[in-house]
């Protein structure tokens, strides 16, 4: 659930210059079919779910999102995603080199297990109310908080030399809250690796209540780079990098947002194909079949969107490294 104190005007946590204003446009949510209103920060243009106390009450996740647990999509796309997770960890080993890392919301452990190859000592903090296949992951070592990943860590403080939330602080009731606790257990000099959707990039403003990488209630914040930057400037970080987060997801957040636009009541249905399992039956039928005769319009116009995006470096989601001075 959303942190209590955001509502219409007040003023943004994240630049704490602007004030949040509501959308006209309420934004669908694929699985529960649920509407939700943004309120967009009058400066930075970061947003957040505003969450009535019955949908603060509700769980909007389980199996028609995460899948099972042998994976998120079918076999040949998990592949695929696994295949990311290897190049992500590649790159972080490369520039970093951290002997102790630590990632909060791990999901099924791709990232933390190829980083565990490569010498490094990896744990993942979790909420207590993940799936028992997340909590019972036998490769690495996870840890259950005693309430939720806002509180307080159970890590010594200066322990960790790299903090990764990959695609979690949208998810998170209070990423400030998280981010001092990250900052608690970071060593002086230390990395926090970051990648967040951008609500201010080219595919979002192609049209905001069908883009995919919205997927409201479950992102309660949706960062742009301004917003994302300020928040940790104003802790204290130096941003040493900022990049086009995953590639592959850019992509196909192009190719099922303009996807999206033949069906805008009945989203997503691309993405839940290339799951199967429960999310494809959850999906309606002539919504896919839609989505599958117009990818002849849709895929072109989504190579052309990404191209566009890399050549303004606008990107669909981002990566920022921040380090603790």
Not at 145 to 170: A, G, Q
Not at 210 to 216: A, E, G, N, Y
Not at 284 to 312: A, M
Request: with cysteine; aromatic share 14%; hydrophobic share 40%.
């Amino acid at each position: 659930m959303i942190t209590p104190q955001i509502n219409s005007q007040t003023v943004c946590p994240f630049c704490e210059l602007g004030r949040l204003i509501q959308q006209e446009k309420s934004c669908r949510d694929y699985l529960s079919g649920e509407d939700f209103f943004l309120l967009t920060c009058s400066n930075c243009h970061s947003s957040f779910t505003f969450l009535n106390q019955t949908a603060q009450n509700k769980n909007y996740y389980g199996n028609k999102y995460y899948n099972s647990k042998r994976g998120k999509f079918l076999p040949f796309f998990e592949k695929i995603f696994r295949f990311n997770h290897r190049v992500n960890a590649k790159f972080l080993k490369r520039n970093f080199s951290s002997k102790t890392i630590l990632e909060v919301g791990c999901g099924r452990g791709y990232l933390l297990r190829e980083l565990k190859k490569t010498g490094s000592d990896v744990y993942c903090l979790e909420s207590p109310s993940a799936a028992d296949w997340i909590l019972n992951n036998k490769d690495i070592k996870v840890i259950s908080s005693s309430d939720n990943l806002d509180n307080s860590w159970p890590f010594k403080s200066e322990y960790f030399d790299l903090v990764i939330f990959w695609h979690v602080l949208e998810h998170l009731c209070n990423p400030i809250e998280s981010i001092d606790q990250a900052t608690r257990c970071l060593k002086s000099g230390g990395i926090i690796c970051v990648s967040v959707p951008n609500i201010a990039s080219l595919q979002a403003k192609l049209n905001l209540p069908t883009w995919f990488h919205l997927d409201v209630p479950r992102h309660l914040h949706h960062f742009s780079k301004q917003g994302i930057i300020s928040l940790f400037e104003s802790r204290g970080y130096l941003i040493t990098m900022v990049k086009a987060g995953d590639r592959m997801q850019n992509f196909f957040g192009w190719l099922q947002s303009i996807a999206n636009l033949f069906t805008p009541k009945n989203t997503n249905s691309l993405f839940r194909f290339l799951q199967g399992g429960k999310p494809l039956k959850s999906a309606r039928k002539l919504s896919l079949l839609i989505q599958i005769l117009t990818v002849w319009l849709w895929f072109p116009l989504g190579v052309l969107g990404f191209i566009l995006e890399e050549i303004f470096h606008n990107y669909g989601s981002i990566t920022i490294y921040a380090k603790k001075v």
